[in-house]
């Protein structure tokens, strides 16, 4: 279809904008000079002169592209930006401009957005916009199929209290568990069964052996991401119910601080000084199998989706230090790694309490919440 193909071109045009304002600043910044955003805007006027494919891309996408490029390289330094793919980035690009946008809705599950330079585009809602006003438009592909996202003024307000002002939750997150509860709830949930778990290593076997750039390697990349899709879909779906869960219950929920991104980095290589060239066991493959449970799981997810939810609930969301959560007895605090008999069982060696593992993690956790908070008032814990 002509839009189809006109999608896949506004990434190509979008993605070749930001690596090419990306090695400018590089450039620059090798010679100690500096590129910001406007004089990257104004020569993208002058390139779509002797580019004509430029000039066939809207021109918000491109300029959004290279404002999103600003705000990276400010944040995050412009030499630890990463490049955009064609393979290993998530394609997507986005319409600033709400004002050019025109929403109608058809029946009772489909509508359709009018996007500039596109047209219409049919879409199933997930609810009604009724009254709210459009920011943005986001058009991202995951593996076959495309998906919008408008980013929308509602109009609500955050309560100012919450319905159970009195109520609070702690909340440990696990790898054989997602999420266990101070009440002693243990919610979790099966994203892969265990059909698409050999299906899975079927295509990796395949991929490994497809030779590259050739049409089977890409079917089988389709089927492989099909699967894939829908495991990412289940956990989305189970954090975002989860976090409303518990939003809508508690007025505060407690949670641990969590690096995920530096707790799944793989493990350093040990270079052999006896044998050069070669490496000493450093248990990569154990750190590699807690790095994927641990993803499996959507840690930051699951964050992101309280912290969504709670400004419509009037939530609190706090974080706290996660050092001796699980070796903590929530009955006389003492602390001792003994007490951790398995993955499930805590028993402690001083008082003899026993619970879940998951369970009594999140109670200490629930108590050092409120322990920060009456710090915070000036008294004493």
Same mark, same amino acid.
């Given at each position: ?23 400018? *600043? ?10 910001? =955003? ?5 020569? #993208? ?12 891309? &809207? ?25 955009? /793919? ?63 996202? #408008? ?7 955050? &309560? ?36 698409? @778990?050999? $299906?899975? %290593?079927?295509?990796? $076997?395949? #991929? ?14 389709? *089927? ?67 790095? @994927?449970? !641990?993803?499996?799981?959507?840690? =930051?997810?699951?964050?992101?989706? %309280? ?13 706290? #230090? ?10 006389? /605090? ?7 008999? /398995?993955?499930?069982?805590? *028993?402690? !060696?001083?008082?003899? +309490?026993?619970? +879940? ?12 919440? *409120? ?11």
């Amino acid at each position: 279809m002509r839009r189809r193909g006109w999608r896949s071109r506004a990434l190509a045009w979008c993605r070749a904008v930001w690596n090419t304002g990306l090695e400018q *600043r590089r450039e620059y910044r090798r010679r100690g000079a500096w590129m910001n =955003y406007h004089e990257q805007a104004h020569e #993208l006027v002058e390139a779509k002169k002797e580019h004509p494919w430029l000039a066939e891309a &809207p021109s918000h996408c491109l300029q959004q592209a290279l404002r999103d490029l600003d705000e990276a390289c400010r944040r995050h330094g412009t030499f630890r930006v990463q490049w955009r /793919s064609a393979r290993r980035w998530a394609p997507s690009f986005r319409f600033p401009e709400g004002s050019q946008m025109e929403v109608q809705k058809l029946n009772r599950g489909k509508s359709r957005v009018k996007l500039p330079k596109l047209g219409w585009v049919k879409f199933r809602a997930s609810r009604g916009l009724d009254g709210e006003t459009i920011r943005s438009a986001t058009l991202t592909r995951e593996g076959q199929h495309w998906f919008v996202s #408008l980013l929308v003024e509602d109009g609500v307000v955050a &309560p100012a209290a919450h319905v159970a002002p009195d109520s609070a939750v702690g909340v440990d997150r696990g790898v054989v568990v997602a999420v266990a509860t101070s009440a002693g709830d243990l919610l979790d949930q099966v994203f892969s069964t265990a059909g698409e @778990k050999r $299906r899975v %290593l079927r295509w990796q $076997r395949r #991929l490994s052996r497809a030779a590259k750039r050739s049409a089977n390697r890409g079917k089988t990349r389709r *089927r492989y991401g099909a699967v894939r899709a829908k495991e990412a879909r289940r956990r989305r779906d189970f954090c975002v119910k989860t976090a409303r869960q518990l939003a809508q219950t508690n007025a505060v929920v407690v949670l641990e601080k969590l690096p995920t991104r530096t707790m799944t980095r793989r493990a350093t290589p040990v270079a052999d000084p006896a044998k050069p060239g070669r490496y000493l066991p450093n248990g990569g493959s154990a750190k590699s199998g807690l790095n @994927k449970a !641990i993803l499996s799981k959507g840690w =930051y997810r699951f964050e992101l989706a %309280l912290r969504s939810v709670s400004r419509y609930t009037g939530t609190e969301v706090r974080r706290v #230090l996660a050092a001796y959560t699980s070796q903590r007895c929530s009955g006389c /605090s003492h602390v001792d790694p003994k007490s951790r008999e /398995s993955q499930a069982v805590f *028993r402690c !060696i001083a008082c003899t +309490h026993t619970e +879940h593992a998951d369970v009594n993690a999140a109670k200490n956790i629930l108590a050092a919440g *409120r322990a920060d908070r009456i710090n915070a008032c000036g008294d004493q814990p």
